[in-house]
């Protein structure tokens, strides 16, 4: 039996920490010297794989973490600091090297994991899951249906960056780096915070 509103309490949570408009920026730097079809391709991959994650840590994820005695701090601490260096990298304009050139397959990092299912995601569908042990179908229908909605707000990444032109694309590469190094920083105070201070 389907739960309608934690699946829709499942749906808003997941679109918006998973912030698909937020990301496209990001994407279109990632993607940076892809064809179209190429960059469909990343697009497709990354929300597959990013899809999968949420939903295997939505029902296993606890567990994993207790196994390994893995705290959900040091989740966000590690975390932070990798998009810090993404942050970095983008106001240093290293990200200018369009990356199908190096050899690297960005649709899994950091494009899926930490981007799309990062660990504000990860452990919003755990707790959802955990607070929710009648209605897991519910919660899963929602964490599907928020993904496919943002997935199609990501495949229209190129139309974006037609309509802002390369002067565009680089003020917001910028100042999209210095937001996302005060998110990292944000991510991993929050974990040290968690580890330390609690």
Same mark, same amino acid.
């Given at each position: *039996? ?31 010297? *892809? ?36 705290? *959900? ?6 975390? @932070? ?6 942050? /970095? ?5 290293? #990200? ?23 660990? @504000?995601?990860?452990?919003?569908? #755990? ?20 993904? /496919? ?8 990444? @190129? ?28 991510? @991993? ?10």
């Amino acid at each position: *039996m389907v739960d309608l509103s934690i699946l829709i309490k499942t749906f808003v949570a997941v679109f918006v920490l998973v912030d698909a408009l937020g990301n496209v920026p990001i994407l279109l730097v990632l993607t940076k010297g *892809m064809e179209p079809e190429e960059r469909h391709n990343v697009v497709d991959r990354a929300m597959t794989i990013a899809t999968s994650v949420l939903l295997a840590f939505a029902f296993a994820g606890q567990w994993v973490l207790k196994y390994l005695d893995i705290s *959900m701090g040091s989740l966000r601490v590690a975390g @932070g600091l990798l998009l810090l260096i993404i942050a /970095l990298r983008m106001l240093e304009g290293e #990200m200018d090297t369009p990356m199908v050139e190096q050899g690297r397959d960005v649709a899994i990092t950091p494009l899926a994991l930490p981007l799309l299912a990062g660990p @504000g995601t990860l452990t919003t569908v #755990m707790l959802l899951m955990s607070e929710s042990p009648t209605a897991h179908l519910s919660v899963v229908i929602g964490i599907v249906a928020a993904m /496919l909605v943002s997935w199609l707000i990501v495949r229209l990444a @190129g139309r974006i960056d037609a309509w802002i032109g390369p002067e565009g694309a680089l003020i917001i590469i910028k100042l999209l780096g210095f937001l996302l190094a005060a998110l990292a920083v944000e991510i @991993g105070s929050a974990g040290i915070r968690e580890l330390f201070l609690s």
